[in-house]
């Protein structure tokens, strides 16, 4: 799928009050105490410098495999949507310079931007240094309980910098497909970014054809984040700097944004997309 990014200049936006990350608009992106890591791991040493680039998607750069049948019958019948990220350090948004600028608290505000009126709910589930089997642990408490519409699973990259088996790691995430499936909740598989120290690692291009294989195969949405990147780095031209953060791993300010606009189309087409099982009876709210 080719990717055409014609990239400005970036907007930061807001603020919080909290490491919650509680957004008091019709959407919310919230983090739990349980499982927080310490506010310094997420700012940088000084303010991110203002970014040269806008960044622009367009449908065909991003767009699901497979549609979102259960968040298009609850925007059809108006009914709240409650999406909760499950992932590592780029999901809980190491890297970004607030914990308001994490991917998921950015997916809300774009989500409401899309949709307004409609209450959107993104709870941020990620955890520092996890990889699959880890997050497999927590499934039950960090997101089947929270009975979620919408499941982001972000998945591979700790599995690639520790050099971890493939195999085992294909096994545990079908695993974990067939148990958020049973929950009746769409689900979205977001792989590895391109960053210097996930594209050093041999075996990083190996768990991107293994995701993408997964999902084709499991039926479920694929968001391709590192193909994403790669075009804005290989297509676009943009140094690592301009969205990768000094560690040569964790993701930006500016990257975030982004990835959150980027998710918020996808979604919404996804979720607009006419298919027959996207109609039918309404839902009653969990």
């Known amino acids: 799928m080719r990717r055409y990014f014609f990239l400005r200049r970036a907007v930061v936006l807001g603020a919080v009050a909290t490491l919650?990350?509680?957004v008091t608009a019709p959407a919310w992106a919230q983090q739990p105490s349980t499982?927080?890591?310490?506010?310094?791991?997420?700012?940088?040493a000084s303010p991110a410098a203002p970014?040269?680039?806008t960044c622009t998607v367009a449908i065909d750069?991003?767009?699901?495999?497979?549609?979102?049948?259960?968040?298009a019958r609850l925007l059809v019948s108006g009914l709240p949507i409650k999406i909760v990220a499950l992932g590592s350090s780029s999901t809980y948004g190491i890297g970004a310079s607030t914990p308001a600028a994490s991917y998921p608290s950015r997916l809300a505000e774009e989500l409401v931007r899309r949709f307004p009126g409609h209450k959107f709910t993104v709870l941020n589930r990620g955890v520092n240094g996890e990889d699959v089997r880890n997050m497999l642990a927590r499934l039950d408490t960090a997101v089947i309980r929270e009975t979620p519409d919408v499941v982001l699973w972000q998945i591979g990259t700790n599995s690639v910098l520790d050099a971890k088996a493939l195999?085992?790691?294909a096994?545990?995430?079908?695993d974990g497909l067939a148990r958020l499936r049973a929950t009746g909740a769409d689900i979205v598989l977001i792989d590895p970014q391109y960053a210097p120290k996930v594209i050093a690692k041999r075996n990083a291009g190996d768990m991107v054809s293994l995701i993408a294989t997964t999902a084709k195969a499991e039926r479920v949405a694929h968001f391709r984040r590192f193909d994403l990147m790669q075009?804005?780095?290989e297509t676009e031209h943009l140094p690592f700097k301009a969205f990768v953060s000094p560690d040569g791993l964790h993701m930006n300010d500016w990257s975030?944004?982004?990835l959150a606009k980027a998710l918020g189309l996808a979604i919404a087409e996804a979720a607009e997309r006419p298919t027959e099982t996207a109609i039918g009876p309404s839902i009653a709210p969990r």
């Not at 096994?171 to 079908?174: E, G, I, K, T, V």
């Open 231 to 233: 075009h804005w780095h």
């Open 171 to 174: 096994s545990l995430l079908r």
């Open 167 to 169: 195999q085992p790691q």
């Open 35 to 44: 499982v927080a890591t310490p506010a310094t791991l997420l700012a940088p």
């Open 256 to 258: 975030y944004a982004c």
């Open 51 to 53: 970014h040269p680039a």
């Open 20 to 22: 919650s990350l509680l």
């Open 61 to 71: 750069q991003v767009r699901f495999d497979f549609p979102l049948p259960r968040a």
